[in-house]
């Protein structure tokens, strides 16, 4: 849909919502659904609950398709939190060190040993901290990187993660959880945040995008090879019931790959603009935030109140929000956006009034649900459904 049909819709539907709020444009969320889908070929989508930070979302997308299947969760309380509210098959995907939510993970596993959350390890360290919180029984993933490596180590290139490169490594981990009698082996994943997050087609980078497209062939290959071997090790000492990989910026690779029982996918959903920038898909903005024109310094300036959202990562300018409608905005150089105030330029600028509102796209996908409390839902030029997000929640994990 091109920018002005956009503008013209969400118009129409906030005509009476005063800004700031967030919002979820649920057509554009849902073309990008089906678009994941496709390129995941046959492998279910398991849902990176951090990209997404609401629980009425998350809901409606795994009841949507059975190939959205479970939950890719971030800390151990937003996981238990998420199980008592019903969710099932939920790995979480970052090593905790919570003893007091592994003690009730415990718990939760002792009734459920099937069913309960699986949480990730990737040391003899992490399965001690887990066996000196609780004695009950508790499932878990085993975390494979999946950097690439060359000048035989020297320059690792990939998410600075887990410890266990080498299929062995992966093994023989497998082998000393197996000595532990409440630790249970079931799954196994690896994320090469260096492909599937990393976009090979940014605008005015085209010396970087080669490098980027170059090095992520590379990796592929190698990383297909790597963590089927691994996969086959570690199956001879565990039942994995999960083998997972992937993000929104690479499913159509993680479907090329038998070894892989799924992918995850989160940011798709929201299509921020870090996922702009990808050669082998384009996805429709779907979570937007809405700041209100408070003041004019100049004829070619006005001025919005709030904005300073940035995404986290490397602090660069890349990490700001965009003003995305109207189209033909920019943000000022000296200040970006504010705290309290954004200031911005560009011909648009001149025809904007105090109380109009400006469109923005965040950077990254979950992080704005830590600055509203609410997420109005817009079909067509209506809102149909107004939802909180986990800061709406009084939930706020990380
Ligand atoms: C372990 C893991 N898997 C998958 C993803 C991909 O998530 P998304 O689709 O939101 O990029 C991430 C993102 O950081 C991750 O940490």
């Known amino acids: 849909m091109d920018p002005q049909s ?3 819709r969400y118009e129409e539907a906030f005509a009476d919502h005063a800004a700031p709020f967030a919002f979820v444009d649920l057509d554009a969320m849902w073309d990008n659904a089906s678009q994941m889908l496709r390129r995941a070929g046959d492998k279910p989508i398991r849902v990176a609950s951090k990209s997404l930070r609401c629980r009425p979302l998350q809901r409606e997308i795994l009841d949507s398709n059975d190939r959205f299947d479970g939950l890719m969760t971030f800390t151990l309380p937003e996981t238990l939190w998420l199980a008592g509210h019903g969710f099932e098959n939920l790995l979480l995907a970052y090593p905790t060190t919570d003893r007091a939510a592994l003690r009730e ?4 596993t002792a009734a459920d040993p099937d069913g309960a959350p699986i949480v990730m390890v990737d ?9 000196s919180a609780t004695d009950k029984p508790v499932r878990l993933c085993l975390d494979l990187d999946a950097g690439y490596w ?13 410890p266990l490169h080498t299929p062995e490594q992966a093994r023989a981990l497998a082998v000393e959880i197996a000595r532990r009698p409440a630790l249970r082996l079931v799954a196994l994943m690896s994320y090469e945040g260096h492909i599937a997050g990393f976009g090979d087609k940014v605008t005015g980078k085209r ?15 190698e990383l297909r090879e ?21 993000g929104t910026g690479d499913l159509q690779l993680v479907a090329q790959e038998p070894a892989m029982t799924e992918a995850t996918a989160g940011s798709g959903f929201y299509a921020p603009t870090l996922f702009d920038t990808y050669s082998t898909f384009r996805l429709q903005p779907a979570a937007m935030f809405a700041l209100p024109v408070c003041r004019r310094p100049d004829a070619q300036t006005v001025t919005a109140l709030g904005g300073g959202y940035l995404a986290s990562g490397v ?37 904007l009034k105090v109380g109009d509102k400006v469109y923005f796209r965040h950077t990254k996908s ?14 067509g030029a209506q809102v149909v459904d107004t939802v909180p997000t986990y800061r709406g929640e009084g939930r706020t994990f990380l």
Request: aromatic residues 4%.
């Open 123 to 131: 040391s003899v360290e992490h399965l001690d901290l887990i066996e």
């Open 105 to 108: 993970l415990g718990e939760l």
């Open 366 to 379: 979950g992080e704005l649900c830590e600055r509203f409390d609410r997420l109005y839902l817009v079909r």
């Open 150 to 162: 060359r000048a035989g180590g020297r320059l690792k290139i990939g998410p600075k993660r887990s």
């Open 315 to 351: 602090g660069a300018k890349d990490r700001m929000p965009t003003p995305y409608l109207p189209a033909g905005l920019s943000l000022n150089a000296m200040e970006g956006t504010g705290e309290v105030q954004t200031p911005l330029t560009g011909d648009a600028a001149q025809s």
């Open 6 to 8: 956009r503008l013209r």
């Open 207 to 221: 010396a970087q995008n080669a490098v980027v497209g170059w090095m992520q062939r590379q990796s592929f290959a």
């Open 226 to 246: 790597r963590r089927a071997r691994a996969v086959q090790l570690v199956r001879e000492v565990a039942d994995l019931q999960i083998v997972n990989a992937g």
